[in-house]
């Protein structure tokens, strides 16, 4: 340990596992690794449940399990399989709903070179068995007839089995079991560093004092990279090596709250949506910002999102404004997220990068990374989501 090393408390809450970050990610692996009987402590700078995986919208994409071939869409499909079976679980458990709903979405494009793109991804979502409906622009109208009328679509497409759900309900169920199977809570507590006795942590350094654990999991989204470097110096792995690169990005949201449900499924295009509530809120989003560790809105952004919505649909005109907010997600440098062991350190592992795909691919990566924390055989290849990927 070097010399000005923080002073610290004496160690507390020796658990089997600790986990760094309270989104979803680190929720569900609490949640998984408590489900198999294992001790876990939850460190979360702030409050559990809450920036970017309460600030998303929800959306989950379609995914097939048979018959995907990327790597990062064999863990969708693993995923989208599984929040079926946790809605239902946690549910039973908690008694919360996070209302998740398979109502499918409809995908449009304007432009051309979006169109070009659209037509790319559904081409691809064809041959892993997702079921795509091509429709013209009028059928769209004749299926959305809420749609502005000078929305002349040069692509569109209907997705039956996209599905949403509630983030903050789902974050609460995930809360509420782990609390039930005795997932202990470290709020407001900020990781510091990492002390080590030769290649395995032996404690981690909070502003709360130190806290011990068998294992090690550095679940902390957007904040994840500053402990991974931290990490992965003290054990001497090269900075020349391949090490995680994760960068924030913001992205800005708008809440419409609308009288009644009148829009059916969501609406895409592009990076930008309008998602449904039961209750007949709409939520609008999303920017894509490279602004730092900046978590603000903008009246601007404001504007812009209340208009992509207005121009879609003009019976939002007479919706209220109830909230605004921003997220930053955790966007890994080749878009794909780090989830394994960490190199050179025999009880330490990270599940972060997900970027705007944390919720949807939460409960694989609790699943998988969960077998691996628990010495479980994974019959599954983690190797594109290591650390050290080249």
Known sequence: MNSDSPRTHATSLSADCLIIGGGVIGLSLAYELATHGMSVTLLEK????????????????????????????????LSHQLHAEWSIRLREETGVDNQLERCGGYYIARKAGEAAALATTMSQWTEEGIAVERISSDELHRRLPLLASDVLARGAYHVPDEAILRNPRHLQALHQ????????????????????????????????????ADQYCIAAGAWSQRL???????????????????????????????????????????????????????????????????????????????????????????????????????????????????????????????????????????????????????????????????
């Open 228 to 390: 991974t470097d931290s990490l992965l110096a003290k054990v001497g792995f090269s900075h020349a090596a391949k090490t995680p690169e994760i960068e924030p990005i913001r992205g800005q949201m708008l809440l419409l709250n609308g009288s009644a449900r009148f829009l059916p499924t969501p609406i895409n295009e592009g990076p930008r949506y309008l998602v449904p509530r039961r209750d007949g809120l709409v939520l609008v989003g999303s920017t894509v910002e490279a602004a730092g560790f900046d978590c603000s809105t903008t009246e601007e952004i404001a504007r812009d999102l209340r208009d992509f919505a207005c121009a879609l649909v003009p019976r939002l005109q007479d919706a209220v404004v109830q909230q605004t907010w921003a997220g930053l997600r955790p966007a890994s440098i080749d878009g794909i997220p780090y989830i394994g062991a960490m190199p050179g350190v025999a009880n330490a592992y990270v599940a972060a990068g997900h970027y705007r795909s944390g919720l949807h691919l939460s409960p694989a990566t609790a699943v998988l990374l969960g077998r691996l924390i628990r010495g479980v055989d994974v019959d599954f290849d983690l190797s594109p989501f290591r650390v050290d990927r080249s």
């Open 177 to 212: 079991a782990c609390r039930q199977r005795g997932v202990v809570f470290q709020e407001t507590t900020a990781a510091i560093e990492f002390q080590l006795e030769q290649d395995r942590v032996a404690a981690l350094v909070t502003d709360h004092g130190l806290l011990s």
């Open 46 to 77: 702030a409050a559990v449940g809450k920036a970017a995986s309460w600030a998303g919208a929800g959306l989950l994409p379609p995914a097939t399990v048979g018959q995907a071939v990327e790597p990062q869409e064999q863990l969708r499909a």
